[in-house]
Every structure is written in structure tokens, then in C-alpha cells.
């Protein structure tokens, strides 16, 4: 079946342009989490899902930083007046659940977001 | 100290060598844990995912755990150019919701 698609794959923003970010989850996943990957680094966690219910979001590095899930399938992320160091790549990933041990909670990502702010 | 900690790299090796890359975290609680692997301008894929003691072999891919040193690993054996990439170990906390922690992840690179 499909797997985990964003969009935009790509974005230039000029600083302080707002964006958002699409995440189409594999159907009937669960959970839902966005990362943030900078260059030569791992994925940093943004924000989970389970959902329409937004049960972490530890991550958002600041208020300029929103997600949402209304309708528990897809997922927009926000950026308000976006800075130079929000660029990165965004990564979405679904899970068929978040708990427990076994394959259920294998994390799927998508292509990812790659945000250039200038 | 970071939660998640793996030498960056770059791990050079010839064609047809064992590759072992390494893995240490923080959180003595944590039960599952992932290895994906990473292409240049790729996302993770998960090659590995291993949650008690001891190894476990897929192919050519080994993982081994090793709790009470806090302590992951991932060998490749008869390791092939097209192995070449990032590798991430990630670490996800006990109980219910538990959150998933990425390493820098380690850069293999496979000479011919």
C-alpha cells in the first residue's frame, strides 16, 4: 500500500514568511510524529499524535511552532514567521500505535520537508 | 550527556569486511530499540528493531543488546558498497507512550 507522503518536498521561505507542512499518514496508522533533522544530525523529536490528540509536543522549539491533526488522519505542521534556523528537514512518521513491544510500533517515515529559510 | 550516543564517523571499510557500529544510551528503563538506515538526502528506514538481551540476526544484519551495559550494536556482514549510508540507532523508553530518541547516527562508508 501507500506509504507516508508529504508536501512540499521542497520550500524556500524568505524570514518571517509563515509555512506549512503536509503529512499524509499510512491509513489507519495510529500515531503520528514529526522530527526535525538538521544537517549530519539524527531526527529530533517535534511532536506526537495519537490520533486526533496531541499527546506530546515537548519538542516545538518554540511558540512559532504548531501542529495539528484534526480529523486523526492527516497532519499539518506551522511555522510562523519562520527564522534562518528553522531550516532543516521536516520528517513525518506513523506507527500503527505508539505502546508496547513488536512491530506495531515500527515508526514509517516519509520523504520529508526539506526548508530552506533565507 | 546525550541521551542517545554514537560515534559520527565516518566508518570506512573494504567490500566483503564486518562492519559493527555502535550504540550507548542514557535511560536504563528503555525496552525497545531501532536501527534504520539512511541515505544522503533520504528518510530513515528501519533495517533492525531488537527489545531484549543477546543478538538477532536478519541476513546479513546482526543487532545485539546488551542492557546492563546500556549498550547497542549493528554488525553487516560481507559488507557491500550499496551499504553505504547513515546508520541511526534510536531508543524508545518503557510504558505505554514513550517517546523515540535518535542518535547523530554513524556514517559507513563501504570501499570496492
Known amino acids: 500500500g501507500a506509504g507516508v507522503s508529504q508536501s512540499p518536498r521542497y520550500k524556500v521561505a524568505k524570514r518571517g514568511q509563515d509555512v506549512a507542512l503536509r503529512c499524509d499518514p499510512i491509513?489507519?496508522?495510529?500515531?503520528l510524529f514529526w522530527y526535525q533533522q538538521a544537517l549530519g544530525q539524527g531526527p529530533e523529536f517535534l511532536t506526537y499524535?495519537?490520533?486526533?490528540?496531541?499527546?506530546?509536543k515537548s519538542g516545538l522549539p518554540s511558540d512559532r511552532f504548531f501542529a495539528e491533526r484534526p480529523e486523526g488522519s492527516v497532519s499539518t505542521l506551522k511555522i510562523q514567521r519562520t527564522q534562518q534556523e528553522d531550516s532543516a528537514v521536516y520528517l513525518c512518521?506513523?506507527?500503527?500505535?505508539?505502546?508496547?513491544?513488536?512491530?506495531?510500533?515500527?515508526?514509517?517515515f516519509g520523504p520529508g520537508t526539506r526548508l530552506l529559510v533565507l | 550527556q546525550k541521551e542517545v550516543e554514537q560515534n559520527s564517523g565516518p566508518l570506512s571499510v573494504p567490500e566483503g569486511a564486518i562492519a559493527s557500529l555502535n550504540c550507548t544510551y542514557s535511560?536504563?528503563?528503555?525496552?525497545?530499540f531501532f536501527w534504520y538506515r539512511q541515505y544522503s538526502g533520504k528518510s530513515p528506514e528501519l533495517i533492525m528493531s531488537?527489545?531484549?538481551?543477546g543478538d538477532k540476526e536478519d541476513g546479513r544484519f546482526t543487532a545485539q543488546l546488551n542492557k546492563a551495559s546500556q549498550y547497542v550494536s549493528l554488525l553487516i556482514r560481507d559488507s557491500q558498497p550499496s551499504d553505504s549510508a547513515t546508520y541511526l540507532c534510536?531508543?524508545?523508553?518503557?510504558?505505554?507512550?514513550?517517546?523515540?530518541?535518535f542518535g547523530t547516527g554513524t556514517k559507513l562508508q563501504v570501499i570496492p
Open positions: 535511560d536504563r528503563g528503555s525496552q525497545s
Open positions: 491509513s489507519g496508522h495510529v500515531s
Open positions: 531488537i527489545y531484549s538481551n
Open positions: 534510536a531508543v524508545k523508553g518503557s510504558g505505554g507512550y514513550q517517546k523515540v530518541t
Open positions: 499524535f495519537q490520533n486526533e490528540a496531541q499527546l506530546d
Open positions: 512518521a506513523s506507527s500503527w500505535t505508539s505502546g508496547g513491544a513488536g512491530g506495531q510500533e515500527t515508526q514509517y
